[in-house]
């Protein structure tokens, strides 16, 4: 009997293979995100019983209902969603190119890159700039400092272990230059750039959802037909090389859809952090290590963990609505001590 359910195009130049074991096991995740979500918008402090939630999404809903789940739930949980599942891919690629589970957006700097130039913006051209432009400068951030980590690590072709390095490097830098920026600003941008670096989709408005979404939709498909290489990748360059993969170029398109997905994700919802290096491990403890399936499960995972803490951060500290970014950093911090630990002697 056939374990595998496989897809190809009609030119050959791209195919997916997936286990139906891996198919059930996506199958279960997404009616858990619909139970989850639909459970996400019926609470907060006005309680909304779910069958109003499900005719309210249907299009059936009551009047009386309509701006706070259609104002202000629904929204703010799709902007989690995706960025959840941007960050998780991310992350996803970036353990796979630089074969190091403690791979994510925050280790190579993207994520430092694109908060220096949003909190950039935030001291010096808050107030004469609108505040519309601000997403734009943190995927700019996001996007400069990816290409400078390439072009540095660079030596007749680009290692993983020099891209760490550099990374890292650059990771410590973008965060003294963050901190440096706020000392220079107002009382009032210095605030408003804390409460960003937490990471949270408080305020999210439709808009936001609409602006996020081009992002995922249009990299997501890149990351699946890169898949292939991703996985050869992970067992070395030269078994790569022989396997027929152009290493160094499918390196660097990774290494741009990583830095897309990620800054986009920051853009629109602050420095979340450690939903990039979490996600994948939950998915490979799920779906195994097939990077084809995993980047499915790896962005449902990342999508329910950053929803799941918005409804934590604006529900359990009521009438306080925290930053999201708060609890993924609670559970992420001795997730990542637990690697560390586990990962001691490699």
């Not at 009551?62 to 104002?71: F, I, K, P, Q």
């Not at 519309?132 to 072009?151: D, E, N, Q």
């Not at 890292?168 to 107002?186: D, E, K, P, Y």
Request: aromatic share 10%; with cysteine.
């Amino acid at each position: 009997m056939n374990r595998y359910v496989s897809w190809r195009n009609r030119r050959g130049t791209a195919s997916v293979l997936i286990e139906k074991k891996a198919l059930k096991t996506i199958g279960a995740l997404c009616a858990l995100f619909l139970v989850l979500f639909v459970g996400s918008l019926s609470v907060g402090s006005t309680w909304i019983p779910p069958h109003r939630v499900l005719l309210h999404l249907f299009g059936a809903g009551m009047e009386s209902d309509a701006y706070v789940l259609g104002t202000l739930r629904l929204p703010r949980l799709l902007l989690g969603a995706l960025v959840g599942a941007a960050l998780g891919i991310s992350g996803l690629i970036l353990q796979g190119i630089i074969r190091n589970p403690l791979g994510s957006p925050d280790m190579l700097g993207i994520t430092g890159g694109a908060s220096a130039a949003a909190v950039s913006f935030l001291t010096f051209l808050a107030g004469t700039v609108s505040l519309k432009w601000l997403p734009l400068a943190a995927i700019l951030g996001a996007a400069v400092v990816s290409l400078l980590v390439y072009l540095l690590s660079w030596n007749k072709g680009v290692t993983p272990i020099r891209l760490v390095l550099i990374g890292i490097g650059f990771s410590l830098a973008m965060s003294s230059l963050t901190t440096m920026l706020m000392l220079f600003g107002t009382t009032y941008s210095t605030t408003e750039a804390f409460l960003w670096l937490t990471g949270s989709v408080y305020g999210a408005s439709w808009s936001d959802v609409r602006a996020m979404l081009p992002w995922l939709i249009g990299f997501l498909p890149l990351a699946v037909l890169f898949s292939k290489s991703a996985s050869a990748q992970e067992l070395g360059d030269s078994v790569a090389t022989g396997l027929g993969v152009k290493v160094q170029l499918h390196r660097f398109a990774l290494l741009g859809i990583s830095a897309a997905l990620a800054g986009s994700a920051v853009a629109y919802a602050g420095g979340i952090s450690f939903v990039g290096l979490i996600a994948p491990h939950m998915a490979r403890r799920l779906v195994g290590r097939s990077f084809g399936t995993l980047i499915p499960v790896t962005a449902l995972v990342g999508a329910m963990t950053v929803f799941l803490a918005d409804v934590a951060a604006r529900t359990l500290f009521l009438p306080k609505d925290l930053p999201a970014g708060v609890f993924v950093s609670a559970i992420g911090a001795p997730f990542f001590i637990y690697l560390l630990y586990r990962n001691r002697h490699q």
